[in-house]
């Protein structure tokens, strides 16, 4: 077997700015050891997010300049719709800015008070949504997808003997919905298998409650579905992500993320009441139904990313070059995620920072360890993201304490991704000298954006 090369050449480049560790050093103070309020030219490589970081391709760019930005109706419209119609297979299609933006409409209709949202694992911004709206957010992720270091092909499924017993104990009228995040960004960008989508379809249809998909890297579990689940192997992963959809009522989308889009999202459902609904306060949010939060010339670029990210030669590329990431971390003894998801490396931060406790975030440490000995910057998945207080303010912590290094699409090479192995492996060698953090200021909702922290002296 070849090395499995990038399936492109580069036509266009930017520069990464080179700074000392001194420097480094003195910048993450100033940030108040937040990598968010880093500025991003201090960064060498950056694995913040995989979110609207894509390249584009230059079939994109040509699109760009095609984009048509009539207020209603626009061709560039119809192209996007018919783009996610043709993998979803959902009638309604509702462009929004951003993948949240979907997440506001529909929980702002579907949420409140004494509901319940039920999900494999939530991401941040859906589990704010939710919680805004007055409802409850409830994780029920598998078991094998709670352990990092115990490899299992399909850690994003859902428990489905506790969904079931979930909506038993607190009644499908108060469920408006179940929603299936592929691949599960929080639990490690593990995938979701058609076996399990199929079985919690089956609850769905018979406590008659929506099945929705967060589908921000619905490419990415496609593969892996390809890949690991039998009865798959010969189909193309356009095939498989039909598939996927055909089983669920509706989709949230990022289009930042399995779409190659520097912005964008949109709602597709097959229920035209909830979709008239959903379109009514479009109107008032983002904009005019045939162009959501967006320009005519993003709808372009999203229409040709979507078609871009089922090609099988991309599908194997970006796969692997996670995978080769992971393996060389775990050749070298560091406590990763296993096996390796679907758009990033997680760290194990518990496993890698184990004198420090949960309190102190090792999570957010290591984001600051790796940025000081290499300009790399990763985000904090754990208590800081996650993490609540009891009634004496004391920290209930989250699940896992992960840092998650998000690989842009298309944008570093190997040698990138080898460096970034170097830097990881010379902070686990001197792990002992770190310390933990405390917070000096946070807010009430994703306070990990904002958050402020000084070193425990
Ligand atoms: N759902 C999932 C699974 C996500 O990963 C994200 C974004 C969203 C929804 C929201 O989409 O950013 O377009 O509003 N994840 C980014 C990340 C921010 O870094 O993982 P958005």
Redesign the pocket.
Known sequence: MKTIIEPFRIKSVEPINFNTREERIYLLGKADYNPFLIHSEDVLIDLL???GTSAMSSAQWAGIMRGDESYAGSPSYFRFRDAVQAITGMPDVIPTH????S?KILFSILGGKGKYFISNTL?D??RANIEFSGAEGIDLLCEEGKHPSVPAPFKGNMDVPALRKFITDHGAENIPLVII?VTN?SGGGQPVSMANIKAVRKVCSEFCIPLFI?A??FAENSWFIKLREEGYAHKTPREIAKELFSYADGC?M?A??DAFANIG?FLAMRDENLALKCRNLLVITEGFPTYGGLAGRDLEAIAIGLEEVLEESYLQYRIRSIEYLTNKLIDAGVPVMQPAGGHAVYLDARAFLPHIPVDQYPGQVLVGALYVEGGVRG?EIGSLMFGKYDEDHKLIPATLELVRL?IPRRVYTQSHIDYVAEVIIEVFNKRDTYSGLRIIEESAFLRHFTVKMVPVM
């Open positions: 997010t995989d979110s951003q993948g949240r933006a997440e991401f911004t859906t995040t960004n967060d921000c890297r949230t990022s930042k993320k999202g985000v998000a």
